[in-house]
């Protein structure tokens, strides 16, 4: 039929506007022979526009007198009808002459919407009507047609539908979407199994890249949630999702009619939604800023959905296919531009670019090839959108080109998240290693507490990560002294902990030091180091005689006997050389209780947001029995930081 369109050329148009636009009298079928189905898109019908909703107008019934209505041939282009058919309800209606006694025989057709009568009988509907458009991909449904339904050995099928804007506007045919066929019931069922079995073969590549796309989508978000900082995640796991509702609304349309807004207007919507967070993937897997011309280009892509809706729904009318337009446009610069950045950022070093170059090229190869038949189809220079690669036959599933593209990028990116994520585990193996070493360097270091005569020293240490930033020491000094330290350094984890085991080995080697002496020796000795950040810090040497001198470097103040003792604070450590730390000195009577804490006590919080505070350190530090205590309840009330806690007391009788 195309071959012939093709070689006739300009006299098929012709005769077509004169057998659409005629008053030229329809014939009458001849089905009294028919072996094999019986084309009846073919045949000359009888039409109307207008509706009969509930008979009364008699376009159904047999004895309707349907001689001044039009004629046509089903299937017709009419993009050359100098008056196009207006779009709304239409009545078709064809005489058939059929063999006497006939059984067993049947009609088949494919539409979204329709309801099929013969000699005024309703033999079956499909769809909804305007109020209720539907979307369907679904095959052929047979109709059996009752023996006494044309027992005088004639018949009149009539058939109510819709004449799609689109389908006027595109000049494709018009009625039903798909042939209508009469024969025998037995054949006509046989040809639609085989059409089910293709359908399911043909949605089966489809389906299975959807289900690829959702399990490397829903990974990918996984691994955003754990790692927000790639937000390429994100966008892959949109898109993921996106391909993967949408084919459900596919597969849907093709077991059921469904409403033409969920059968093409959301899986349209959500495959611009994708191709945007395709592109935003794009530039954060390769860490590119995203530019005016993308924004602009994601933008636009709404213009796909809203140009496809406005035409279907009849707002606006035009030969072309708007929606197609819209997506040419937007859409080709996006599938060019993404191996173009790819394989410029692959030049430059980047060899997950690399890794994702092929499938690129790969997918925008195949998506081009998609583009370009809408594009000759909108330049009128194919009757079809039909891609210009065919598809690929693995025994009885066809596997388009597109579908292979999209296959070849997911599992792509899947390989390169799953060489992401060992890598991320070898790191984390190797960093934990690390922390466990360097947690038992630390419980090493400040597990060892020691005392002079006169005096108890309790302490409890409780870090917020594997290994901290607080760290303390009691020494024992020249002349039955005690020497006491305890400090916090800014930060936390490893490098910390690190700084940590560098302060307390200047401390032990330093136990003859006075207060103010020993923080101007690890403040050198951090300047001197080079890290950045801060160590707040605070000394105390216990003499025999329970003389009590203190030094402090940014650290909380001290608390004797439930009640802060005020002292002079001076610069924390690391910050400005050549700083000189003022000394206070008190005497420490028998049964006082110094306690030293780091700022993870005070700044401990609830769930609600609550600090524990000065207030309940005071009201605790009066009341506590021991060190373990006042860290316990601390961490109970919300740990946030580091807790240390140094209680020291002195003996109610002094040691001879």
Known sequence: MRAAVRFLGWRVWFWLALIV????????VDATKIGTPLNLSRETWRFAMGDDPDGKLGWADPAFDDSQWKTLTLGKPLRAQGDPIPQG?????????MKLGATHQAIAMTSPSYQLFINGRLLGQQGGMPDHPTFSLIVDQVYPIPADAAREGSAVIAIRGWVSPLRIGLGGGTGPGGGILLGDESLLQTDRRAAL???????????????????????????????????????????????????????????????IWWGLYVPELLYDLGSVSFLLFIYDFLRLRVSWPIRIICAAYPLHVLATIAQRQGWVTSLYDLGHAALVVVALPSFLIAPWLAIRQY??????????????????????????????????????????????????????????????????????MLRRSLAITRRQQRTAAELEAARSVQAFLLGREASAPGYTVESAYLPAQEVGGDFFQTIAGPNGSLLAVIGDVAGKGLQAAMRVSML??????????????????????????????????????????GTVTIANAGHLSPYINGRELPIEGGLPLGVVAGVEYAEQSFQFAAGDVMLLMSDGVVEAKSASGELFGFERMAQSASSVTGADSLAETAKAFGQDDDITVLRLQRAMVAAV
């Open 21 to 28: 636009c005629g008053q030229a009298n329809a014939q009458v």
């Open 89 to 97: 309800f239409l009545w078709l209606r064809l005489h058939v002459r």
């Open 197 to 259: 079995d293709a359908s399911l073969f043909g949605r089966l590549p489809a389906d299975v890249e959807a289900v690829v796309s959702l399990l490397i989508g829903l990974w990918a978000l996984a691994l955003f949630r754990v790692q927000p900082e790639h937000r390429e995640y994100l966008w892959l796991g949109v898109m993921g999702l996106c391909q993967f509702v949408s084919q459900v609304f596919y597969t849907a349309a093709s077991v059921t009619p469904i409403s």
């Open 347 to 416: 030049r430059r070093g980047d060899r997950e670019a690399g890794a994702l170059l092929f499938a690129l090229l790969f997918s925008a190869v195949t998506y081009v090839n998609v583009l370009i038949g809408y594009l000759l189809q909108l330049l009128k220079l194919h009757r079809t959108s039909a891609p210009l690669i065919p598809d690929v036959q693995l025994g009885p599933v066809p596997v388009a080109a597109l579908t292979i593209g999209y296959l070849i990028f997911w599992i792509s990116i899947g390989a390169i």
């Open 504 to 545: 307390i080995g200047v401390v032990r080697t330093s136990p003859e030091f006075g207060p103010a002496a020993l923080l101007r020796k690890l403040n050198g000795v951090l300047l001197q180091d080079g890290s950045s950040g801060f160590t707040t810090c605070l000394v105390a040497r216990l003499d025999a005689d």
